[in-house]
Nanobody, 121 residues
Framework: QVQLVESGGGLAQPGGSLRLSCAAS????????MSWARQAPGKGLEWVSG????????YYADSVKGRFTISRDNTKNTVYLQINSQRPEDTALYYC??????????????WGQGTQVTVSS
């Protein structure tokens, strides 16, 4: 069965960096787009970033553009989210998800359990 396991979250200071990882199993990872989304305390789910199945294209929410970088290693079945110049408003539970196609236009059908990122001084 499809499994997505996020890791790498934790407590960080403003201006710091973290790299989140999402290990995937149970499907042909290289055939599907992947994405990251987050949910801040008391708020709804916010889509953050996506990447094509072959890594040839990436896209970002305006709120994170220039600070977040999504990447993937299809040999390790893992997608990453590099978070730089962290802000307190980045505090959230971060989820990775699997696309239903190779580009992510059809939506996402599986989600991980999430990894908590807390940005505070």
């Amino acid at each position: 069965q499809v499994q997505l396991v996020e890791s790498g979250g934790g407590l960080a200071q403003p201006g710091g960096s973290l790299r989140l990882s999402c290990a995937a199993s149970g499907f042909t990872f290289s055939a599907y787009a992947m994405s990251w989304a987050r949910q801040a305390p008391g708020k709804g789910l916010e889509w953050v970033s996506g990447i094509y199945s072959d890594g040839s294209d990436t896209y970002y929410a305006d709120s994170v553009k220039g600070r977040f970088t999504i990447s993937r290693d299809n040999t390790k079945n893992t997608v990453y989210l590099q978070i730089n110049s962290q802000r307190p408003e980045d505090t959230a539970l971060y989820y990775c998800s699997k696309g239903v196609d190779g580009v992510g236009w059809g939506g996402y059908d599986y989600w991980g359990q999430g990894t908590q990122v807390t940005v505070s001084s």
